[in-house]
């Protein structure tokens, strides 16, 4: 299947400060990206759509203002974990898709986020 | 709204056992019904799919079928594997909303 990386896998940062995920689809062109956010022994739960060139849509109850989305090219997304707070600290996900729902998604290995 | 619930892990086996993970979900309308695993350290990786009731997705030995008359898509495999260890994760993707809804895992070890 077809790749999609994220970087960096680790990071630990201190509160207030503001962090960058990084994701990539390396051989095909994402129109579609989602940001899920995984809890230890929970579900990934989605936070953010976004569309290559367009506003990143986010869920119900995640504050755009705090985890800003920029879907700037067919293989680059990126979330910005702004101000950053210990109840931040989680695993983030994300998840890349050609052109139409059926088509399968394809998911990074995740980044683990600590807030000290 | 959309919903998926999973057996709670994690799920203990020795090698060659018969493995059931049992899968549930409420949707409204038709939703395509999904299995996912996650190796340590990698990304989820789509295991089997089924798109509509009764069809039978089947990959690498494993196989579930959509029950519409009962909700569920159970995961079963007849021998597993050592390299089976994995989290194991049921989703389905809403007919309204074309957004994958996930159950919250089930984490298989199996023992030589």
């Known amino acids: 299947g077809a790749v999609v990386s994220q970087h960096p896998s680790r990071v630990i940062c201190k509160s207030g400060t503001s962090v960058k995920i990084e994701c990539r689809s390396l051989?095909?062109?994402?129109?579609?990206m989602f940001w899920y956010r995984q809890f230890p022994k929970k579900s990934l739960m989605l936070m953010a759509t976004s569309n290559e060139g367009s506003k990143a849509t986010y869920e119900q109850g995640v504050e755009k203002d705090k985890f800003l989305i920029n879907h700037a090219s067919l293989t680059l997304s990126t979330l910005t974990v702004t101000s950053a707070h210990p109840e931040d600290s989680s695993f983030y996900i994300c998840?890349?898709?050609?052109?139409?729902?059926?088509?399968?998604?394809?998911f990074g290995p995740g980044t683990r986020l600590t807030v000290l | 709204g959309d919903s998926v619930t999973q057996m709670e892990g994690p799920v203990t086996l020795s090698e060659e056992a018969f493995l059931t993970i049992n899968c549930t979900y409420t949707?409204?309308?038709?939703?395509?019904l999904f299995w996912y695993v996650q190796y340590p350290g990698e990304g989820l990786q789509l295991l089997l799919k089924?798109?509509?009731?009764?069809d039978k997705g089947s990959n690498k030995g494993f196989e579930a079928t959509y029950r519409k008359e009962t909700t569920s898509f159970h995961l079963e495999k007849g021998s597993v594997q050592v390299s089976d260890s994995a989290v194991y994760f049921c989703a389905l993707r809403g007919s309204n909303t074309g957004k994958l809804i996930f159950g919250q895992g089930t984490t298989l070890q199996v023992k030589p």
């Open positions: 089924a798109t509509k009731a009764d």
């Open positions: 051989d095909f062109q994402a129109t579609t």
């Open positions: 998840s890349a898709r050609e052109a139409g729902e059926k088509n399968e998604q394809f």
């Open positions: 949707a409204t309308g038709y939703p395509s």
